[in-house]
Nanobody, 122 residues
Framework: QVQLVESGGGLVEPGGTLKLSCVVSGFTLDETTIGWVRQAPGKEREGVMCMNDDQWFYLPSVKGRFTTSSHKDKNTVYLYMNDLEPEDTGVYYC?????????????????YGQGTQVTVSS
């Protein structure tokens, strides 16, 4: 059974840092690239980042602040978010298109996790 489970969200002040985790099961990270998507209140979903060995897509507003990495032995992908801004508030999802390439970028993935809430506020 395919599952993606996000965690690590929370309330943080502007300028703060969060690390989101996405644990996958039912497939391995050797077979697929994981993308990150977010949805702010009242707005449509937007792609945040997707990266593999030869591709790197990102939302321009997160350049230099967010990065992603994977720990294949733990079936886990991370989204590191630094210098957070109130505009980063939203529900963050990890997602997969079951491809080694970012074919689901920005928001056309087949599977999404349940999401984790990130709130940036003072």
């Amino acid at each position: 059974q395919v599952q993606l489970v996000e965690s690590g969200g929370g309330l943080v002040e502007p300028g703060g840092t969060l690390k989101l985790s996405c644990v996958v099961s039912g497939f391995t990270l050797d077979e697929t690239t994981i993308g990150w998507v977010r949805q702010a209140p009242g707005k449509e979903r937007e792609g945040v980042m997707c990266m593999n060995d030869d591709q790197w897509f990102y939302l321009p507003s997160v350049k230099g602040r967010f990065t992603t990495s994977s720990h294949k032995d733990k079936n886990t992908v991370y989204l590191y978010m630094n210098d957070l801004e109130p505009e980063d508030t939203g529900v963050y999802y990890c997602a997969t298109d079951f491809s080694r390439r970012c074919t689901g970028w920005p928001i056309h993935y087949h599977y999404y996790g349940q999401g984790t809430q990130v709130t940036v506020s003072s």
